[in-house]
């Protein structure tokens, strides 16, 4: 498949990337975001207030939300570009998920939730006894992977942790939809248990190598691995 387009402006590696049809937004080792045109690759907007390597990001129609190793995340209004509120627990921010006005940060072993318009922490999750690397929330719960080498799924209308999901390694990566849970680590296999009951489905092989991300869409699971290679399955 032809590559469409390449972004070139970063002054360090590309630690997090989302688009949407109109925009590709990136965050970099060189503390900035990047704010693409996706339809002629033309940076519009630098957004520069981080001052270490921005980890991870989402935005919406509204307003953009990242997270750095300056243990700070950041609100910004994606139309004028600017930083429009800041929080900290005085911890790296490695990965986030927003709605509304609800959003959940992990970076220590302690997965913490916001109230964005106020910058209030409103509950703290603890349980894992390692690093949060990812995680992922609905309506009713919240599922979150660490380096301790489990996933806990928690519900997050009273705060506490109803499974723990063992794996054989550090969680790199999860995804999970209506029916399935991808869950990938530092192995070179994804494991794809039922959402449902959180039993244990299936074994996905192909990656030589560990596996950094993984990403459910319906019944196709796509993974990036450190053997260069991107794979994809139908389940």
């Not at 990242?66 to 995340?73: L, N």
């Not at 489990?150 to 506490?160: Q, S």
């Not at 849970?181 to 489905?201: C, F, I, P, W």
Request: net charge negative.
């Amino acid at each position: 498949n032809e590559c469409k387009g390449t972004l070139i402006a970063h002054q360090g590696g590309v630690r997090t990337v989302a688009f949407s049809e109109a925009l590709v937004i990136s965050g970099s080792t060189d503390s900035s975001i990047r704010i693409w045109d996706a339809m002629n690759g033309e940076c519009t907007q630098i957004l520069s207030s981080h001052t270490a390597p921005v980890n991870c990001l989402q935005f919406d129609k509204r307003q953009l939300v990242s997270g750095s190793d300056d243990t700070t995340i950041k609100v910004w209004d994606i139309e004028r570009g600017q930083c429009v509120n800041t929080f900290t627990k005085n911890v790296p921010t490695k990965c986030l998920q927003f709605y509304a006005h609800a959003l959940t940060s992990g970076g220590d072993n302690i997965v913490r939730m916001w109230d964005i318009r106020s910058g209030q922490c409103c509950r703290q999750l603890a349980g894992h006894t390692d690093a949060i690397t990812c995680l992922q929330f609905d309506e009713y719960y919240l599922l979150s992977g660490s380096a301790d080498q489990t996933v806990r799924v928690w519900d997050i209308r009273t705060g506490t942790c109803q499974k723990t999901l063992e794996t054989h390694a550090p969680v790199n990566s999860l995804c999970f939809n209506t029916n399935h849970l991808a869950v990938a680590t530092a192995e070179n296999d994804v494991q794809v248990y039922s959402t449902a009951t959180h039993h244990h489905k299936w074994s996905l092989k192909g990656p030589t190598q560990e596996v950094t991300s993984v990403k459910l869409h319906e019944n196709i699971v796509v993974a990036g691995s450190k053997d260069n290679s991107v794979f994809m399955w139908d389940i």
